[in-house]
Structure formats: structure tokens, C-alpha cells
């Protein structure tokens, strides 16, 4: 599985209990297909206390989401959709884009 959206990308949730809500990717899976976005779909982990007499622990981070329910945020224009890829060609090199597909029209994501 090819990934389109890459560390430091600004994403929007589109499913789950985050829905609506923007953050920054801080880590990517490819083999699992799921990303994880800073400060969302928080997930709490108990922990058992150490030794007897102490306290225990809950520890909240930032739980995997899979990338069927994130769509890329242009950080140019603030378009909101799907990514695919452009080929353009300048002085006979050819440079590969990452654009929005977004209503019939492809905007430059980067």
C-alpha cells in the first residue's frame, strides 16, 4: 500500500469520534495503512501499580486511525480531500506532485 499522506501533514478527521476536528501527522504505519494525528483519538491505557500501597496509573496518547478516515489538508489553500499525484515536467525533468482531488479539480497539495 502506497502511502499519500506523509509525517507533518495537516489532516481532518472524516470518521469516528473525532469527526471535524484538524491536528498534524506525527507517525505513520504503511504495512497497517494507519497514521496517528497529534492530539486526537485519544486512547487510555490503566497501568498496575508497581508495588503494593502505590497508586496506579492511567496514561492517555494518541491511538492509530486508519487512513480511509483522514483526508489531507492543503497546507497552500486549505482544500480539504482526497490525494493523488501529478507528473510535471519543467526543462526536461520531470517533478511528481502530490495534488487534491477534490470536486473535478486537482489543487496543489504542497
Do not use: C, W
Amino acid at each position: 500500500m502506497t502511502m499519500k499522506i506523509k509525517t507533518g501533514d495537516k489532516v481532518k478527521i472524516v470518521a469516528g469520534k473525532d469527526k471535524g476536528k484538524e491536528g498534524k501527522v506525527i507517525q505513520v504505519f504503511p504495512k497497517m495503512g494507519k497514521v496517528v494525528v497529534e492530539g486526537l483519538n485519544m486512547a487510555t491505557r490503566h497501568l498496575r501499580s508497581p508495588r503494593a500501597g502505590q497508586a496506579g496509573q492511567k496514561i492517555q496518547f494518541p491511538a492509530p486511525i486508519h487512513l480511509s478516515n483522514v483526508k489531507l489538508v492543503s497546507s497552500k489553500t486549505g482544500l480539504v480531500g482526497r490525494v493523488g499525484y501529478k507528473t510535471l515536467e519543467a526543462d526536461g525533468k520531470k517533478t511528481k506532485i502530490r495534488v487534491i482531488r477534490s470536486k473535478g479539480k486537482a489543487e496543489d497539495a504542497e
